[in-house]
Nanobody, 127 residues
Framework: VQLQASGGGLVRPGGSLRLSCAASGFNLDRYAVAWFRQAPGKEREGVACISARDGRTYYADAVKGRFTISADKAENTVYLQVNSPKPEDTAVYYC?????????????????????WGQGTQVTVSS
């Protein structure tokens, strides 16, 4: 059971970037998946979550309206579309799943329940 995050890089403020989270060893249509991020010197924080069963999405206030989480079940991949990034979005981005439920919980942004983590991909927002 593994998650592989990719797609990070250097992006200018106001640009766009798409992060990918490919699953292996399990089907993403069975479990909710979330994106987290960790900036230097800061704690890891929840960014977005997508429920597997009904596709409902949840976002942190800081990214609402700019980021979009989606899932491609045929590709067994979850994406995070990053639009209009700001310098404060600079961080290592991780995808994760509790590997327990198809639904994002009301406290999806809490790290402890997540059992499977991708390795992280660096996003740097700079002009």
């Amino acid at each position: 059971v593994q998650l592989q995050a990719s797609g990070g890089g250097l992006v200018r403020p106001g640009g766009s970037l798409r992060l990918s989270c490919a699953a292996s060893g399990f089907n993403l249509d069975r479990y909710a998946v979330a994106w987290f991020r960790q900036a230097p010197g800061k704690e890891r924080e929840g960014v977005a979550c997508i429920s597997a069963r009904d596709g409902r999405t949840y976002y942190a206030d800081a990214v609402k309206g700019r980021f979009t989480i989606s899932a491609d079940k045929a590709e067994n991949t979850v994406y995070l579309q990053v639009n209009s990034p700001k310098p404060e979005d600079t961080a290592v981005y991780y995808c994760a799943t509790e590997h327990y439920t198809p639904y994002c919980s009301s406290s999806w942004y809490i790290l402890l329940p997540y059992q499977v983590w991708g390795q992280g991909t660096q996003v740097t927002v700079s002009s």
